[in-house]
């Protein structure tokens, strides 16, 4: 079964052919941060507008990068949310024309769901149920997967989501955006123990996660420091906030996994790719006598081929969209 799978849900417009759902053949990312850079975060109206700019000439490049045909797929696979309205309808509007012109069927994939899919790229033993712990620019979820397209959500952040406090943390340092690779890239040349941040608890529901507590804190840091005319060390800086939130992350992943007695863990989305989690969850994953899966970096943050794998298992189970097909931009998980 070959799926052409389509995103552009944010930033990046995408598209991917996958072979029997866990096999990519071709992964053509088009990525717009450098134009979106000098205006510190992404900007919807021109992130649609290089969508569909870019849409046509990143499919075309999919398929011939796989050596195929549009005729020779079994269905097209397009995320149609969360994400914003604009950017997403050109990756829906694209699906649908494709399809509709090729007779083939449709399938409408959740992004988050894409994310955590891309774990059973690099792992084919990798089956549900597992835990996940989904960590993106949008989302903190701690969730079982149940089977595929089937989560349930343990845990959830009260306010910012743990890629947003990155982002956000740099900016406020002024390392620029996307944050959360340059915060890993300084961290590594700082002590995480330099300054000791807040590991902030949420006292309804312990895998619920918390970090614009962590966020002022940080942003304390820094103004008491101009206030004293002293320099920030941004090393230091950018290694002991990772570490609080690397701490919490880990902290409540290996919880849940004891509690509910799951002995697979995986990580997944943006942050995923972030090498202080990779290594703190690798370390306590292997105490804990659990095994650990993430995803290649360029897995971890929004492409194709983890929609490709998505749209593979909901087509298998006979999902099909209709050619009303519609942008969600707050879609929730679990929801179709
Ligand atoms: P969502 O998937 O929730 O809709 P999104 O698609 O914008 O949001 P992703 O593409 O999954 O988010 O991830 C982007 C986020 O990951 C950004 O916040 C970015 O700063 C963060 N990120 C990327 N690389 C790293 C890294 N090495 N360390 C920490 N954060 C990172
Ligand atoms: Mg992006
Ligand atoms: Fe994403």
Redesign the pocket.
Same mark, same amino acid.
């Given at each position: 079964v070959y799926i052409l799978a389509i995103e552009s849900?944010?930033d990046e417009t995408a598209a991917a052919v996958v072979k029997n759902g866990r096999e990519v053949l071709s992964n053509i990312i088009s990525s717009q941060i450098a134009l979106h850079t000098i205006y510190g975060g992404v900007v919807p109206e021109i992130a649609s507008r290089k969508h569909i700019e870019k849409i046509n000439q990143v499919v075309e490049a999919a398929l011939s990068e796989a050596g195929m045909t549009m005729e020779e797929m079994d269905a097209v696979g397009v995320t149609y949310g969360?994400?914003l309205v604009g950017a997403l309808l050109v990756g829906v509007a694209e699906a649908k024309a494709i399809a509709y012109a090729a007779k083939k069927p449709l399938v409408g994939v959740h992004?988050?769901e894409g994310?955590v899919s891309a774990n059973f790229i690099e792992h084919p033993e990798l089956e549900p149920p597992f835990m996940c712990l989904i960590v993106? @620019? *949008?989302?903190t979820h701690l969730v079982v997967v149940k089977d595929y397209g089937e989560f349930e959500i343990l845990g959830r952040t009260r306010d910012d989501?743990a890629?947003?406090a990155?982002?956000k943390v740099a900016r406020a340092v002024g390392l620029g955006y996307?944050?959360?690779?340059k915060?890993?890239k300084a961290a590594k040349e700082g002590n995480p123990q330099a300054i000791r941040f807040p590991r902030a608890k949420v006292e309804a529901n312990v895998y619920d996660f918390s970090f614009s507590g962590l966020k002022s804190a940080v942003l304390n840091h820094i103004n008491h420091a101009k206030m004293m005319g002293e320099e920030i060390n941004v090393p230091d800086l950018a290694a002991s906030f990772q570490n609080a939130v690397v701490d919490v992350l880990v902290s409540h992943t290996i919880a849940a996994a004891k509690e509910y007695g799951f002995h697979k863990v995986a990580i997944a @989305? *943006?942050?995923a790719?972030?090498s202080a989690l990779r290594e703190g969850m690798k370390k306590a994953c292997s105490k804990a006598g659990i095994d650990f899966y993430y995803p290649s970096p360029i897995y971890c943050?929004?492409n194709a081929a983890m929609i490709g794998v998505a749209a593979y298992y909901e087509y298998m189970g006979g999902a099909r969209a209709g050619w009303d097909l519609n942008a969600v931009p707050n879609l929730k998980l679990g929801e179709r």
């Open positions: 849900s944010c969360p994400g992004h988050i994310h993106s @620019g *949008g989302h989501a890629g947003e990155f982002d996307p944050g959360g690779p915060i890993d @989305g *943006g942050v790719s972030n943050t929004d």
